[in-house]
């Protein structure tokens, strides 16, 4: 039989904690060659504070683990009873294994991020914002430009009655 991949329900914030006991129970069932890889979908984030930057590890899937296996009813029953798992996703009682292009697109959102971290706030254009550091402290705005590589965007702001362009970085508003 061949492997799929399959969705599991955990206790959300319990990731890391449900995945040690699993590599765990599997190795006690001797269920080694039947389970291939358990995987956490996560993304690199990168946030300014207090002006920082910072890149933290972020579960775009919070409460979730991906499972490579070949499903059995050994496997089925050991993953189930594992505790901080809350089931399989699937419709009935039998789960439903994930279509090849959706595991490579979690698969590679993964990786892409590891590789060019992703902002943690993403602005569009049209978007009211506050200017929460610089020389325009607590002028409100609307977002005219977004230079997302760059961390920079534009903000047309009322100076004197007159509308005025402000180039700022992303960390210097948020939104409203």
Not at 56 to 71: A, N, Q, S, T, V
Not at 136 to 147: A, H, P, Q
Request: proline share 5%; glycine share 6%.
């Amino acid at each position: 039989m061949a492997k799929h991949w399959y969705v599991v329900h955990t206790q959300t914030g319990h990731e890391e904690r449900v995945k040690s006991i699993l590599e765990k129970r599997i190795q006690d069932f001797n269920n080694k060659d039947l389970i291939s890889q358990i995987f956490i979908p996560t993304e690199k984030v990168s946030e300014v504070r207090s002006g920082k930057r910072r890149i933290m590890e972020r579960k775009f899937f919070p409460g979730y683990l991906l499972i490579e296996m070949d499903l059995t009813d050994q496997v089925w029953y050991c993953i189930k009873n594992t505790q901080g798992i809350t089931g399989f996703i699937g419709p009935g009682s039998r789960p439903q294994a994930l279509r090849d292009e959706e595991v490579a697109s979690i698969l590679k959102q993964a990786e892409d991020s590891k590789e060019k971290p992703i902002p943690k706030v993403i602005f569009t254009i049209g978007e009211s914002v506050k200017i929460i550091e610089g020389p325009f402290t607590n002028f409100n705005g609307d977002i005219k430009e977004v230079y997302p590589n760059k961390g920079k965007i534009k903000v047309m702001v009322s100076i004197f009655g007159r509308s005025t362009p402000v180039d700022l970085e992303n960390w210097q508003v948020e939104k409203v």
